[in-house]
């Protein structure tokens, strides 16, 4: 006889899968905000800085290959999680193309940012007028600096991991079918 647990019965008017919602609503988010964020980064550098900042900014034609592909990837996630929502089975797909898509990029970015700090460093301690003269002297500076690096690189990390792990490692998204 198979009976199913009360525990395990769906709530009423809900199916027994609400995943696809979460991680859905989720990619769509950090789309929506890559998107956002990496328009803003483009308005911010055409506007300008100063001197000192843009001895840090990688050149114009690497600036634009970055914003290529961070906002192919972000419309990818976008893509996927739209497609997850609505129970598509290309959703695993769209999802195991973006993780590792995704992953190089992170990989990329925290080379990049890796190879700024020598910069920054040099900068801090030749230019009296630079915004980060003295950071190489106060060791709170320097572990703001790399709290802040972490920060920022660690949530770059963990969406794609996760979607290579959930997609990939333990199948799910195999039977999606468009809801009725």
């Given at each position: ?8 019965a769906p709530l009423p008017g809900r199916t027994q899968e609400n995943w696809p919602n979460v991680i859905g609503w989720i990619s769509v988010g950090f789309g929506a ?148």
């Open positions: 006889m198979n009976t199913v647990s009360p525990l395990d905000l890559g998107v956002v964020g990496s328009i803003c980064s483009q308005v911010f550098t055409a506007l300008g800085q100063s001197p000192q900042m843009q001895v840090l900014q990688p050149s114009p034609l690497v600036r634009g290959l970055s914003f290529g592909a961070g906002m192919l990837s972000t419309i990818l996630l976008i893509t996927a999680g739209v497609a997850l929502l609505l129970r598509h089975p290309l959703a695993r797909r769209l999802y195991m193309v973006w993780s590792p898509f995704a992953l190089v990029l992170w990989l990329i970015g925290a080379m990049m940012m890796a190879a700024t700090l020598p910069e920054l460093g040099a900068q801090a301690r030749t230019d009296p007028t630079s915004p980060f003269a003295g950071a190489g002297r106060n060791p709170g500076v320097l572990a703001v600096t790399a709290g802040i690096a972490s920060c920022a690189l660690l949530p770059g990390l963990l969406l794609p991991g996760f979607c290579l792990v959930w997609f990939g490692l333990l199948g799910k998204g195999r039977d999606l079918a468009p809801r009725p």
